[in-house]
C-alpha cells in the first residue's frame, strides 16, 4: 500500500486540552502532522479541526476511529485531495526597491495573483491564496530578488460531496428527548460487579 495525502476533518466541542491529547494519538503512531488548523464553525460552540497527514488509509481510518471515541469529538471524517477543495495562504516579504526596479518581478508576481498587503519603504508584503505547489512556486520565484521572509498557512478544506455536519447536528438538536425512563440493571447488583 502506499502512502497519499489525507484530509482530516474533525467537528468538535472547543474544549481545553483536546488539540493535545490529539496530538498524542498522532505521535504514538509515529504519523508526522503535514498541516493543522483549528477554526470556528458556522455552529456556535463547535469547532473544526483540519489535519493533513501522508499515510495509508488503513491506518488513517483507525486514526479517525480512535480520534472520534474522545469525549468532546462529534464526527470525524477523512479525505483524499481529490474529495476536498482546498486553499493555503502564502505572504510573501520582499524588498520594495526590488519591485519599482525590476519590472520582471512585477510581472511574477500578476502572474501568481499576489496581491500586496502592505507596502512600506523598505520592504512590501504580498498574499496568495492557492494551493502548495503555486505558493511554492512564487517562492521560488522570488528567491533571487531578494525574498526577505516567507510564511504560509495551514490547509482549510471543505468536502465535496457533504450535506456538511452543520444538518446532521441541526437534525439532532431537533429530536425530542425521550420520555421513557432507563433502569440501570446493575444498581442492585454493586457487589457482584465491583468486586475483584
Given at each position: 500500500m502506499n502512502k497519499q495525502e489525507y484530509t482530516l476533518s474533525i467537528f468538535t466541542e472547543n474544549q481545553i486540552g483536546l488539540l493535545n491529547r490529539i496530538a498524542i494519538m498522532f505521535s504514538r503512531r509515529k504519523i508526522n502532522v503535514e498541516s493543522l488548523n483549528v477554526s470556528p464553525t458556522e455552529i456556535e460552540g463547535i469547532s473544526r479541526f483540519t489535519i493533513v497527514i501522508n499515510e495509508v488509509e488503513e491506518v488513517v481510518s483507525k486514526l479517525s476511529r480512535q480520534i472520534e471515541k474522545q469525549v468532546e469529538v462529534l464526527k470525524a471524517y477523512y479525505n483524499t485531495n481529490d474529495d476536498v477543495i482546498w486553499q493555503e495562504l502564502a505572504l510573501y516579504k520582499v524588498p520594495?526597491?526590488?519591485?519599482?526596479?525590476?519590472?520582471?518581478?512585477?510581472?511574477?508576481?500578476?502572474?501568481?495573483?499576489?496581491?500586496?498587503?502592505?507596502?512600506?519603504?523598505?520592504?512590501?508584503?504580498?498574499?496568495?491564496?492557492?494551493?502548495?505547489?503555486?505558493?511554492?512556486?512564487?517562492?521560488?520565484?522570488?528567491?533571487?530578488?531578494?525574498?526577505?521572509?516567507?510564511?504560509?498557512?495551514?490547509?482549510?478544506?471543505?468536502?465535496?460531496?457533504?450535506?456538511?455536519?452543520?444538518?446532521?447536528?441541526?437534525?439532532?438538536?431537533?429530536?425530542?428527548?425521550?420520555?421513557?425512563?432507563?433502569?440501570?440493571?446493575?444498581?442492585?447488583?454493586?457487589?457482584?460487579?465491583?468486586?475483584?
Amino acid at each position: 500500500m502506499n502512502k497519499q495525502e489525507y484530509t482530516l476533518s474533525i467537528f468538535t466541542e472547543n474544549q481545553i486540552g483536546l488539540l493535545n491529547r490529539i496530538a498524542i494519538m498522532f505521535s504514538r503512531r509515529k504519523i508526522n502532522v503535514e498541516s493543522l488548523n483549528v477554526s470556528p464553525t458556522e455552529i456556535e460552540g463547535i469547532s473544526r479541526f483540519t489535519i493533513v497527514i501522508n499515510e495509508v488509509e488503513e491506518v488513517v481510518s483507525k486514526l479517525s476511529r480512535q480520534i472520534e471515541k474522545q469525549v468532546e469529538v462529534l464526527k470525524a471524517y477523512y479525505n483524499t485531495n481529490d474529495d476536498v477543495i482546498w486553499q493555503e495562504l502564502a505572504l510573501y516579504k520582499v524588498p520594495t526597491s526590488v519591485i519599482s526596479e525590476k519590472a520582471k518581478v512585477e510581472r511574477l508576481l500578476r502572474e501568481y495573483g499576489a496581491q500586496a498587503v502592505a507596502i512600506r519603504s523598505d520592504y512590501t508584503v504580498f498574499e496568495t491564496v492557492g494551493h502548495r505547489q503555486e505558493t511554492e512556486g512564487l517562492l521560488e520565484a522570488l528567491a533571487p530578488y531578494g525574498l526577505i521572509e516567507f510564511v504560509r498557512s495551514a490547509r482549510v478544506a471543505i468536502i465535496k460531496n457533504s450535506e456538511g455536519f452543520h444538518l446532521k447536528l441541526k437534525e439532532f438538536e431537533q429530536q425530542e428527548p425521550s420520555e421513557a425512563i432507563i433502569e440501570n440493571e446493575f444498581l442492585d447488583k454493586r457487589d457482584e460487579v465491583f468486586t475483584m
